[in-house]
Each structure stands twice: as structure tokens, then as C-alpha cells.
């Protein structure tokens, strides 16, 4: 495969610039595409008004939050500490909806403080039914069937564990009545991708769940649309998707008399392609003429986890120092001690090598790695051979770089410890 011409939104000099001032490798995250992104979401077609939310566990630094907390976004949290964390970036609790694997402890006091919930299992909605009688809270449904790229990424169907499976929903509305409860809100996320047939079904799916349910005012229908990071990739088109999503909301309100409010909640739509990570090359080996040129990052896991997992493709760029470069095979390795640790896996497959055709590359040419801004930073094997945690920037409107997280500094990975005397 060949390399990309240019990174996504940073030039050579810029990318230079930053790494004198801040090192590397460091995240840099654009606030103009950032911006872009959620205006389209906010666009979002809709029938009876919308709610966007932003699922924070994409990438969760302050900057990022206050940025679309202006924006006019809402948040999607996954746990009962990205509620603390959005918080303590300055949203207000109503604007903030948690739905968890893991209905944290403190759940009474975050949904005192104004936040909603939804129930993701029967034992969570229990748990809220026990605390809240007579409340209002929103039930996760996993309608039976998902579009989630493979077993790791997908989140509906019998083979994942969110929300409360369809075929329960009895159980789910005998515990609503055990404890009064005001079922205000359906959610499924089950990963809409970029097909607007596949956005028709969902919503027909979901709104067959709200019509069960006489006191739900608002259908959230999750994240998971598709960005193109690779040139061969297809995004996401939000009006082709939601116009047919519009069309069935309207139709359910000509057949019960019920104008739904939607909310839909991306992560990746926002944050993929807005974020780049900067490394340089620090070794590059060989084995041999049967097997393969390696260039070494020192970046790997420890930033970038995706491509070992899913074998998730990234545009890699190389400044190159050489003038006029001829071209060599390369595979890009990262800094751990893993043999996982590699950024150039085959498509879909993170146990195959599949190298790719760069300029022929130095110690210490600059390597940026784009559409690297959703599940990176946010997901990592961080400290992994004991490697502080990177720095991010953010580059503003006029293309000045602002830190927005340090690095870490070494002694900061064994602060916890408690040496034996
Ligand atoms: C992760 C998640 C999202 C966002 O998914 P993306 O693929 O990043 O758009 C939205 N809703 C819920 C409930 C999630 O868990």
C-alpha cells in the first residue's frame, strides 16, 4: 500500500515545531475538525428535536470536553468516573447520561446531582428500582442483531453483553411496575455504521421498543458511525443516515400520536479524524533478505493500541530528511517488548504483517500517525514496559499548539507503590 502525501491537517513545519517544543511522541488534536464534527452531528436530521451527546470515552481530556461542551454536545458516559471526570471539565450534570457495564456504587448520588441513567440489565434497573422508586430512568436494549465490524467491535446480538436482551422485556416491565418507575427513555447502540438501510432497520427496531413503553419520551440510538481513516475507507453521510430516521419518527407519530425525541451519541464520528499522534523513528532493523526492513517508533501500544487488536488500518506519513527518496517495504514496529506491538498488521487481521511502501527512512525522520483522535489516548497498554504517558496538544484555529496534558514524569508511574520497608 502507498503512504498517504500529506498527514490529515499537519505540515511538515508544524509538526516539527511541536515536537522541539513538546517532544514526542505527543497526540495533537485539531480544533477546527473537532469543531466541524460536531457541527455536522448537531445537524443531525431529526423530526422532534435532538440531543447530541458526545460518548467521552473516545478521547475524555479536559480540553476535549470544554471544547464541545461549547459546542452544544452532551455527554454519553460509560462508567460512574468519566461522570466524575465530565464534571470536573465543567459539564452540568444534567447534561450527562451514564450507561455502564458496571453501575458504579455511588449511583444514588450521581442521580441526585441531576444526571440520567440508563439501565443496561435487569440487576441494574433492580438496583436503580430499589434506591429510586417511582423515578425516571432509561432502558438499554440489545434488540437482538448488531453491524459492528467483528467479535471485538460489535455491541448487539446474542454474542454481547449490553443491555438488557429483547426477549427479557417482560422481566424488564415487571420491575418497572414492582417499583413505579417512569420509563422515559429507550437507548440501543448497537454500532449504525455508514448504511442508511441498516439506520431504517435499527430505528424501526427501536421505536417497536418505545411503542411497548407509553411513558418513553426520547429514543437514543447510540454511536458507532463509520469515518473513513483509510483513503479506501466510506464514512459516515449523517443526512443520507438520519433523513430515513426522521421519515420513521414521523411515521410513528402519524400511528400513535407520540413526537419522540431522538438522541444520538458518536464518539468516533467526532474525535477519529481530528487527532493525530507524532513520533519519530529511533531504530530500524532488518531481518534479512527473506524477511522484513523494520522501521521502530518511540511510540507503539502504549499510545496506539488499535492496529494490535482489530488490526485497525492507520495512515502512517514519514518526513522523510533524504531529498528525493527512492521507495522500500517497510513494517512499523513499536517500542514495547510485545510482538503484538506492530502498526502496520493486515487489514482485520493484527496476527498478519502487511508492510507498506514509504520513502526510504532515517533515525530520527518524524512519523505521524493519523486518524489516531477516538480510542487511543482514551485506550492503551499505558506503562506498559514502564513508559510514562504521553503529552497532548491541541492545535487552535490559528495553528498555535496548546498543551492540553503533560507528559508524565517517570516518577509519577510508581507514585502508588508502597515499597516494603
Ligand atoms: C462507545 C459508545 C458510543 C460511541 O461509539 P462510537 O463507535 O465511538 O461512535 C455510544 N454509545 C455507547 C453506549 C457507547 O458505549
Redesign the pocket.
Known sequence: MAHLAQPRFLDEPTARNISDQFGSPVYIYDQATLQANAAAVLNFPNAYGLTARY?M??APSAAILQLLNKAGLHI?A?SGYEVRRAIAAGYAPGAISL?TQELPSDFAELYELGISINACSLNQLERFGRAFTGRSIGLRFNPGSGSGGNNRTNVGGPASSFGIWHEWIDQAQSIVDRYELSVSRIHT?I?SGSDPAVWQKISTMSLDLVRQFPTVTTLNL????KVARMPNEIATDLQACGEPVAEKFREFAAETGREIHLEI?????LLANAGALLSVVQDIVSTGPDGYEFLKLNTGMTEILRPSIYGAQHPIHLFTSAANPQMCDYMIAGHCCESGDILTPADGEPERLAPRRFPVAQIGDLCIIDGVG?YCAAMTTKHYNSYPEAAEVLLDLNNTARLIRKREAPEDLWSNEVPLP
Open positions: 460518548a470515552k473516545a454519553d460509560s450507561s447502540h454500532g447510540g454511536g458507532g458511525y451519541e458518536p464518539g468516533t464520528y477516538a
